[in-house]
């Protein structure tokens, strides 16, 4: 059974700096990634979507990559803001089935 | 277009009630989801349908729960005998993966609270 892993589960950064989410999973049998993002008391938003086939996706200030064989992914996002702060949500699909989510990091960007 | 909608936005109901949960998929989807999140959790797979037929309903928590999409369009998931530990958002999400649209677009949810 896949099973996916955020680290960590909470970050606070001031404003301006790069960070980086983690995300692992079990089964490296995987068709694609993708990250969103959840506001409070808001649907997910997709950020990012990785191919098995692919390393890394960029869009704006956010880049995601992915190391299939170790069952990881970051997402890295440069020069934070304040309104950057969300949880961030890490999902594993295998093919035209449904995704399997990690936990979530919930990030705070203070300014 | 518009993106996946789902109502009611919020529906609070009592312990063994009956409630009816909608979502409209972004218009052509053929692909549509339903997942369960309980707070400080990431979303659970309920059912997965491809057209108009439930391709995937191992998520289904037990026979209280069933969901319908008779036109492959809306969908709807239905609660009977309604207990407390129903009580979560509701999420929908659309994909075309026979278009190359893998992404899965999630609606806002219905937060249901069972008292």
């Known amino acids: 059974k896949q099973e996916v892993t955020q680290i960590p589960a909470a970050l606070s950064v001031p404003e301006g700096e790069n960070l980086v989410l983690n995300c692992s999973f079990t089964?490296?049998?995987?068709?694609?990634l993708q990250w969103f993002r959840q506001d409070p008391g808001k649907g997910l938003t997709s950020l990012l979507l990785i191919q098995s086939s692919q390393r890394e996706q960029t869009s704006g200030r956010l880049n995601a990559s992915l190391d299939k064989s170790s069952g990881r992914s970051t997402l890295y996002i440069a020069a934070s803001q304040p309104g950057d702060s969300a949880t961030y949500l890490c999902?594993?699909?295998?093919?035209?089935?449904?995704?399997?989510f990690g936990k979530g990091t919930r990030l705070s960007v203070i300014a | 277009g518009a993106g996946v909608s789902q109502t009611p936005s919020n529906k609070v109901t009592e312990k063994g009630k009956y409630v009816e949960l909608r979502c409209d998929p972004i218009s052509g989807h053929t692909a549509l989801y339903w997942y369960r999140q309980s707070l400080g959790q990431g979303p659970e797979f309920l059912i997965y349908?491809?057209?108009?037929?439930?391709?995937?309903d191992s998520g289904l928590p037990n026979d209280r729960f069933f969901a319908v999409r008779p036109e492959g369009s809306v969908s709807t998931l239905k609660i009977q005998r309604t207990e407390r530990g129903d009580s979560a958002v509701y999420l929908c999400a659309s994909s075309s993966p026979g278009s190359g649209e893998e992404t899965q677009y999630f609606g806002p949810g219905t937060r249901l609270l069972v008292l």
């Open positions: 349908f491809q057209g108009t037929g439930a391709a995937d």
């Open positions: 999902a594993v699909g295998t093919g035209n089935t449904p995704l399997v």
């Open positions: 089964d490296s049998a995987i068709y694609n």
